[in-house]
């Protein structure tokens, strides 16, 4: 179902199928020019249109043997679990899906665990924020229900940011703003702002059996929480891994997931294990494909492929590395014209790989305008050690810088 937005990502998937043997027919809304030779055949579909892509599907189920259906995007979850269903594949139930995508019906179905959840509530006006924050308290966090890819997250900090973050998320929870909207909408849901220190937990659940893959550590930007910077594995103590891990299980045993990839975000501060969310496709930001093989030897992509089509999973790690990926952000909207530093840091073997997220020459916006295009360049390092890729990442932090020409001329 569909590819992911980075072409890389999707690149990926498609070898990872390949490389097991499977022909692969993409049901979607296009079809990438670099997708072309390494697909079977292409049926275009509106996949927010669930009923005209399970119709679609059958016919597809009627002409090939199919092993599987899978997705790896957050949009396509509850439509896979669909497809699987109507087709007798591995997938996950309708109900399990409704709570990996819907974050308040998530939450609502976690609601036993103590200590877990952040204080929550689910809002659709500024009248209702505004009684949701006397309970939830502040500091805060209001985003959409149904959003992905960090797309209107805003902090509440003071009673005065409520007017201007509701103004905001109802200009940005359309349909004309994002696709994503087509799906639950202006629907909102408020939590109390967790301290501590971000993570997330890599895995899948196949034939009702929880699998941890390892835990990212990861950095967001403020304010609007955009994914910075990921590393490989976590550098959290041991005993900090395993009430991860009893807690992660508990989750996905409690929202019923099975036979996909996880993704699940949460902090780890001084309460042990705050939990933020979880997606059941696999991690995006080149976690799924790039890191988490770097630094493990584990291929997630042809894992998320067998688990869809029923096959053992392949787990064992084969290396102890570390690895990570420090993205480079435009800090004024204006015309990308590319990043200074880079020739010199590329000139270091520590360095795996750069990817520009944003073509060069493309106008640019920052959030809360657009929340897709301030990270322009990935640049993915690894290391024997923990505090050498650390300074590998710092150095594209400190010595690399988006170049950015606006209408008074260039800057930096």
């Excluded at 109900?95 to 659709?124: E, I, Q, S, W």
Aim: glycine share 8%; with cysteine; charged share 25%.
């Amino acid at each position: 179902m569909n590819l992911r937005r980075i072409q890389r990502e999707g690149l990926e998937s498609l070898l990872a199928a390949r490389r097991l043997g499977y022909r692969v027919i993409l049901l979607g809304r296009s079809l990438p020019e670099f997708a072309k030779p390494l697909v079977h055949e292409f049926r275009q579909v509106d996949t927010y249109d669930r009923a005209a892509s399970v119709a679609e599907a059958r016919k597809i189920h009627a002409a090939y043997d199919l092993a599987g259906v899978v997705n790896f995007t957050e949009v396509d979850v509850q439509l896979v679990a669909a497809i699987a269903t109507e087709l007798g594949l591995p997938g996950m139930s309708d109900a399990a899906a409704l709570r990996a995508r819907n974050k308040y019906v998530m939450k609502d179905a976690l609601r036993h665990l103590d200590g877990v959840l952040p204080r929550f509530a689910k809002v659709t006006d500024l009248a209702e924020l505004r009684a949701a924050v006397e309970e939830v308290g502040l500091p805060a966090v209001v985003k959409p229900t149904g959003a992905s890819g960090s797309k209107g997250i805003f902090e509440l900090r003071s009673p005065e940011d409520l007017d201007s973050a509701m103004e905001y998320l109802s200009k940005i929870a359309r349909p004309d703003f994002d696709p994503v909207f087509r799906q639950f909408g202006a629907e909102f849901i408020v939590e109390e702002f967790l301290e501590g220190d971000e993570l997330s937990v890599e895995g899948f659940v196949s034939a009702g059996e929880v699998h941890i893959v390892t835990i990212t550590d990861k950095v967001t930007s403020v304010p609007f929480h955009l994914e910075l910077e990921h590393k490989v594995p976590s550098a959290l103590p041991a005993d900090a891994w395993a009430e991860i891990g009893a807690t992660t299980k508990d989750i996905v045993g409690a929202l019923e997931f099975d036979n996909c990839a996880f993704h699940l975000e949460a902090k780890w501060g001084q309460g042990g294990l705050r939990f933020i969310e979880i997606a059941g496709r696999p991690a995006g930001d080149y976690i799924g494909s790039h890191l988490v093989p770097l630094a493990t030897g584990v291929d997630y992509f042809e894992n998320v492929v067998r688990v869809a089509a029923g096959e053992p999973l392949r787990l064992a790690h084969d290396r102890d590395l570390n690895a990570g990926l420090r993205f480079v952000l435009a800090e004024r909207a204006g015309r990308f014209e590319g990043v200074e530093g880079l020739p010199g840091i590329g000139e270091d073997p520590g360095y795996d790989h750069v990817f520009f997220e944003v073509p060069a020459g493309s106008e640019v916006a920052l959030p809360p305008r657009n929340f897709g295009q301030q990270r322009v360049v990935a640049v993915i390092a690894r290391h024997v050690g923990r505090e050498g890729l650390e300074r590998l990442l710092d150095r594209v932090a400190t010595e690399t810088s988006a170049r950015i020409t606006t209408e008074t001329g260039p800057a930096e």
